[in-house]
């Protein structure tokens, strides 16, 4: 097993960069869906309720940065070559990687609006705040609280789908396209 030595991508494999902020992401997005959800559980007297909340705001501020700095690396690179047998399948991998884009771009607007629907900032961690928008303040929490659950349904579905179709190509169609995601260098069968 050998790991890939460069930062950025190349035609055949993801570089260091890459790879970081997608599992970076995925990991994250992963736990902030069932803390989500633990949230809309908790009681307005359980002690949770002034601590938990905060910490997925701030989270998913986080995120929204790091989407950012994907989103401009993404496009200053070069996209590795999508290892598939079928037109099919490279048509999915495409809309599938857009729609995860998309629906974490939805996940975290609506969670913006949210939190700042009452017109405040959201404070990040005690670092930094990000200010409500004035326009965008006007009491649509209920509207964005239904989005935002849906839309983060949604994107768990496709990436319990991203997930298998990785597990796919590993295991069936023995290519390297999950090794190239962890950093690892393999020949394609």
């Given at each position: 097993m050998k790991f890939t030595r460069s930062w950025v991508n190349t035609t055949e494999t993801y570089g260091w960069i890459s790879i970081?902020?997608?599992w970076l992401m995925a990991l994250t997005i992963l736990g902030m869906y069932p803390l989500g959800l633990y949230i809309v559980s908790l009681g307005y007297y359980d002690p949770g309720y002034r601590i938990y909340p905060n910490i997925h705001r701030s989270i998913g501020i986080l995120v929204a940065c790091l989407l950012i700095i994907r989103l401009i690396w993404s496009a200053m690179m070069p996209k590795p070559l999508?290892?598939?047998s079928s037109s099919l399948e490279t048509i999915a991998a495409k809309a599938g990687h857009i729609s995860l884009y998309l629906l974490l771009m939805i996940v975290v607007s609506s969670g913006y609006m949210i939190s700042t629907a009452d017109g405040r900032s959201i404070q990040v961690f005690d670092w930094f705040s990000v200010p409500a928008l004035p326009f965008l303040a006007t009491r649509q929490e209920d509207l964005a609280g239904d989005i935002h659950?849906?839309?983060s349904t949604l994107m768990m579905i496709l990436v319990g789908l991203h997930a298998l179709a990785a597990l796919k190509h590993h295991y069936i169609s023995k290519d390297n396209t999950l090794s190239r995601m962890l950093g690892i260098k393999g020949d394609t069968q």
């Open positions: 970081s902020i997608h999508i290892h598939s659950f849906y839309a």
